[in-house]
């Protein structure tokens, strides 16, 4: 019912910032709830924060809040993901994701719908 395509990867220094987007493709996206996952060589797909359908509330994992920023724009179709004060480890493939709207497991991979094909972000030390 919908298809998400990442944007915004890149390369930047620590305690740089940098911001993701992902925008719908053939279908408006504001009935789901939103997430960002992300993956690193070598290691499982973690979770990294989550928005509601209707941006009544946000998520974040421990290894992110305070640095990083969800937000989703309905008129745009688009959920963004504002990451400051960037550090190696967070190096990673991010993945937007959407799911029907849901009561828990937001930190769940598994319980998403559909997936973007993820963008490359990369923190040199």
């Known amino acids: 019912q919908v298809q998400l395509v990442e944007s915004g990867g890149g390369l930047v220094q620590a305690g740089g910032s940098l911001r993701l987007s992902c925008a719908a493709s053939?279908?408006?996206?504001?009935?789901?709830?939103m997430g960002w996952f992300r993956q690193a060589p070598g290691r499982e797909r973690e979770f990294v924060a989550a928005?509601?359908?209707?941006?009544?509330?946000?998520y974040y994992a421990d290894s992110v809040k305070g640095r990083f920023t969800i937000s989703r724009d309905s008129a745009k179709n688009t959920v963004s993901l504002q990451m400051k004060s960037l550090k190696p480890e967070d190096t990673a493939v991010y993945y937007c994701a959407a799911r029907v709207p849901g009561n828990s497991d937001y930190w769940t991979a598994s319980r998403y719908d559909y997936w973007g094909q993820g963008t490359q972000v990369t923190v040199s030390s």
């Open positions: 928005i509601r359908y209707n941006g009544a509330n946000t």
């Open positions: 053939g279908r408006t996206f504001s009935s789901y709830d």
